[in-house]
Nanobody, 125 residues
């Protein structure tokens, strides 16, 4: 089970930190990804991190602004979002994929089996 939290309303240029707490899954040896879905749009990959914490990936639209990190002891993955833009407004989901981080598939929602309930991020202009 995955529980995402940390969303909210923020002005453009502001920051938020999302958290994804995993329970009942083998968290430390798999990949956790963050996805987002804006109204009327398809779900898109934002970032992912592998079990070692050393392998990360970002969508081009967020690279340099978002940072993913992991605390194995707390079974928690964080997504630090800085310099937020109105285009970042969406429901953000964390998801769990069995297997080590794969640079060729981390961005594919079909690679993930467990999904959290989502947390809404709204960025006002």
């Amino acid at each position: 089970q995955l529980q995402a939290s940390g969303g909210g309303l923020v002005q453009a240029g502001g920051s938020l930190r999302l958290s994804c707490v995993a329970s009942g899954v083998r968290f430390s040896r798999f990949t956790i990804g963050w996805f987002r879905q804006a109204p009327g749009k398809e779900r898109e990959a934002v970032s992912a991190i592998g079990w070692s914490g050393g392998s990360t990936a970002y969508a081009a639209s967020v690279e340099g602004r978002f940072t993913i990190s992991k605390d194995n002891a707390k079974n928690t993955v964080y997504l630090q979002m800085n310099s937020l833009e109105p285009e970042d407004t969406a429901v953000y989901y964390c998801a769990h994929s069995s297997g080590v981080f794969n640079s060729r598939s981390w961005f594919n929602p079909k690679s993930y089996y467990y999904w959290g309930q989502g947390t809404l991020v709204t960025v006002s202009s």
